[in-house]
């Protein structure tokens, strides 16, 4: 099967998964297993909504098959198809078919989800990360240290564990509620946001604490997609957070029941359900983005980094992706947002990151991204001792010279870094961030959010369209016409 055929058959999927009539669908479902091959679903599923997700799952498996066929030349097709069987024979032996199912599709390197569209119970295949502390002990304690496992906490206002930022003893006007309403605190490093919980779901109060200005504000957004289009309403007790924050905040978000797995970016978030893996304890039985190709590695960082909305369907009304599992396509169940021309939310007009959590946006923008690079070639998500856990100090430079540093593969000066920079080596225009990746963004205060595109932001740009240049964030005496005459005298051999 060619790669044509291949992409082929998956459009027609998506096509079948949009049919509103059941019968049709089921029809559909039937033919195209045929084409594709697929095992097709068994006849005695109890509801509309599981058969669909079967057969979705079987043809899945039969594309993915083809796939590994296609990339793998040294495998003959007769052996996959001799596995397939092989796996099939267990099945009907043991009774047991979604879960060998499962683990197949993870021997295949894509992870069973619930599919855009059809919900299966989103627990599935779901250990908890303490099932991985026995193993990864290492990874584990590091993962702990990071702020992924500190998304969501509890109330806790003294003590070591005191989790709570925010000075509930004061008498700003904007704050309008009390600790006691409090059930869930959110965030911690740029700002602190606070949840309540009414009936079933949370919903996060009308004011956030801004870390380091030590201040209260107003939090009532109006600029995303969802509050400027009045999918929700402006009160906040309107706007639940199952289906505006918890699909990033946790693991394995339960959309039915509207409980996670876990709380928190855990070890599953990015690594997928893990229960065969913890049954096998076989690398093969689990996904490690790393082993990903390069664009699918990206994008289990990408489902939470990447700003967008979802596809005009079921869950359009999500603000994350849902039934998304890492080692699948995001783009999918997430149509990214692209710079526009004009000065957007998200972006600036020129592309820039217009606000945090577009990092995916602007990476894939860059050089770096388009050379293989991935988030986690600087970034390790098992923490180190550097901000944003990079493997190295992106402040003193370290990190960047591995690669553009004297005698290394794509060094960008050959005696002082000062003949790049034009600056004294140590100062700060010196340091690489400030001018690849300067703060551009609004997380809690302007500007406190780097753009990831790596590009010399010239002060042309804040000339053109407003969007904040890394000359100006260190000479703010100066203005963007002086700073765009000085670069324009450098020279370069």
Same mark, same amino acid.
């Given at each position: 099967?060619?790669?044509?055929?291949?992409? &082929?058959?998956?459009?027609?999927?998506?096509?079948?998964?949009?049919?509103?009539?059941?019968?049709?669908?089921?029809?559909?479902?039937?033919?195209?297993?045929?084409?594709?091959?697929?095992?097709?679903?068994?006849?005695?599923?109890?509801?509309?909504?599981?058969?669909?997700?079967?057969?979705?799952?079987?043809?899945?498996?039969?594309?993915?098959?083809?796939?590994?066929?296609?990339?793998?030349?040294?495998?003959?097709?007769?052996?996959?198809?001799?596995?397939?069987?092989?796996?099939?024979?267990?099945?009907?032996?043991?009774?047991?078919?979604?879960?060998?199912?499962?683990?197949?599709?993870?021997?295949?390197?894509?992870?069973?989800?619930?599919?855009?569209?059809?919900?299966? &119970?989103?627990?599935?295949?779901?250990?908890?990360?303490?099932?991985?502390?026995?193993?990864?002990?290492?990874?584990?304690?590091?993962?702990?240290?990071?702020?992924?496992?500190?998304?969501?906490?509890?109330?806790?206002?003294?003590?070591?564990?005191?989790?709570?930022?925010?000075?509930?003893?004061?008498?700003?006007?904007?704050?309008?509620?009390?600790?006691?309403?409090?059930?869930?605190?959110?965030?911690?490093?740029?700002?602190?946001?606070?949840?309540?919980?009414?009936?079933?779901?949370?919903?996060?109060?009308?004011?956030?604490?801004?870390?380091?200005?030590?201040?209260?504000?107003?939090?009532?957004?109006?600029?995303?997609?969802?509050?400027?289009?009045?999918?929700?309403?402006? /009160?906040?007790?309107?706007?639940?957070?199952?289906?505006? $924050?918890?699909?990033?905040?946790?693991?394995?978000?339960?959309?039915?029941?509207?409980?996670?797995? /876990?709380?928190?970016?855990?070890?599953?978030?990015?690594?997928?359900?893990?229960?065969?893996?913890?049954?096998?304890?076989?690398?093969?039985?689990?996904?490690?983005?790393?082993?990903?190709?390069?664009?699918?590695?990206?994008?289990?960082?990408?489902?939470?980094?990447?700003?967008?909305?979802?596809?005009?369907?079921?869950?359009?009304?999500?603000?994350?992706?849902?039934?998304?599992?890492?080692?699948?396509?995001?783009?999918?169940?997430?149509?990214?947002?692209?710079?526009?021309?004009?000065?957007?939310?998200?972006?600036?007009?020129?592309?820039?990151?217009?606000?945090?959590?577009?990092?995916?946006?602007?990476?894939?923008?860059?050089?770096?991204?388009?050379?293989?690079?991935?988030?986690?070639?600087?970034?390790?998500?098992?923490?180190?001792?550097?901000?944003?856990?990079?493997?190295?100090?992106?402040?003193?430079?370290?990190?960047?010279?591995? $690669?553009?540093?004297?005698?290394?593969?794509?060094?960008?000066?050959?005696?002082?870094?000062?003949?790049?920079?034009?600056?004294?080596?140590?100062?700060?225009?010196?340091?690489?961030?400030?001018?690849?990746?300067?703060?551009?963004?609004?997380?809690?205060?302007?500007?406190?959010?780097?753009?990831?595109?790596?590009?010399?932001?010239?002060?042309?740009?804040?000339?053109?369209?407003?969007?904040?240049?890394? $000359?100006?964030?260190?000479?703010?005496?100066?203005?963007?016409?002086?700073?765009? /005459?000085?670069?324009?005298?450098?020279?370069?051999?």
């Amino acid at each position: 099967m060619t790669n044509k055929k291949i992409e &082929e058959y998956r459009q027609r999927l998506v096509e079948i998964k949009k049919l509103p009539d059941s019968g049709d669908r089921n029809k559909a479902f039937i033919k195209l297993a045929a084409d594709v091959g697929a095992s097709g679903c068994p006849k005695d599923m109890p509801t509309t909504g599981e058969r669909d997700a079967e057969h979705i799952r079987s043809i899945h498996q039969a594309l993915q098959t083809a796939t590994m066929i296609d990339m793998c030349k040294t495998v003959s097709r007769k052996r996959h198809s001799m596995k397939i069987k092989k796996y099939w024979v267990l099945v009907a032996i043991s009774g047991i078919c979604g879960g060998l199912l499962w683990m197949f599709k993870i021997h295949l390197g894509e992870l069973n989800a619930p599919e855009q569209g059809f919900t299966t &119970e989103a627990g599935r295949g779901y250990v908890g990360s303490k099932k991985c502390l026995k193993c990864h002990l290492h990874n584990y304690k590091g993962w702990k240290s990071t702020l992924h496992s500190k998304m969501e906490q509890p109330v806790i206002l003294k003590g070591p564990d005191k989790t709570v930022k925010g000075d509930f003893s004061s008498d700003d006007s904007v704050l309008t509620f009390k600790l006691k309403d409090v059930d869930i605190v959110v965030g911690s490093r740029f700002k602190q946001r606070y949840a309540k919980k009414i009936g079933d779901d949370y919903y996060m109060l009308g004011a956030q604490w801004n870390v380091e200005t030590k201040e209260w504000v107003r939090y009532q957004p109006k600029n995303d997609w969802w509050a400027a289009e009045s999918i929700y309403p402006k /009160e906040w007790d309107k706007r639940p957070t199952s289906k505006l $924050c918890e699909g990033c905040h946790t693991t394995g978000f339960d959309i039915k029941t509207k409980k996670p797995v /876990e709380r928190n970016i855990t070890c599953e978030s990015c690594h997928g359900p893990g229960s065969v893996h913890v049954e096998s304890e076989q690398k093969r039985d689990i996904i490690n983005p790393r082993q990903l190709s390069h664009e699918r590695g990206n994008m289990v960082c990408f489902q939470c980094h990447m700003s967008g909305r979802p596809p005009k369907g079921e869950f359009e009304t999500y603000a994350w992706p849902v039934g998304y599992k890492p080692g699948e396509d995001l783009r999918e169940y997430w149509v990214y947002a692209e710079p526009t021309g004009e000065n957007a939310y998200e972006m600036w007009a020129d592309g820039y990151a217009h606000k945090n959590r577009v990092q995916g946006n602007t990476f894939i923008q860059s050089k770096m991204y388009h050379e293989g690079l991935s988030c986690f070639t600087c970034h390790d998500p098992h923490g180190s001792r550097h901000t944003a856990f990079t493997i190295k100090s992106g402040k003193n430079n370290s990190l960047c010279l591995t $690669c553009h540093g004297e005698n290394s593969p794509h060094a960008v000066f050959k005696v002082s870094l000062s003949e790049h920079t034009h600056h004294e080596d140590d100062s700060s225009g010196s340091k690489c961030i400030e001018c690849h990746m300067p703060k551009t963004g609004k997380n809690a205060e302007k500007w406190d959010a780097r753009d990831h595109s790596f590009k010399f932001i010239s002060p042309q740009s804040t000339l053109r369209f407003g969007t904040p240049n890394g $000359c100006n964030n260190c000479h703010t005496d100066k203005s963007a016409e002086w700073a765009f /005459e000085e670069v324009t005298k450098w020279k370069f051999e």
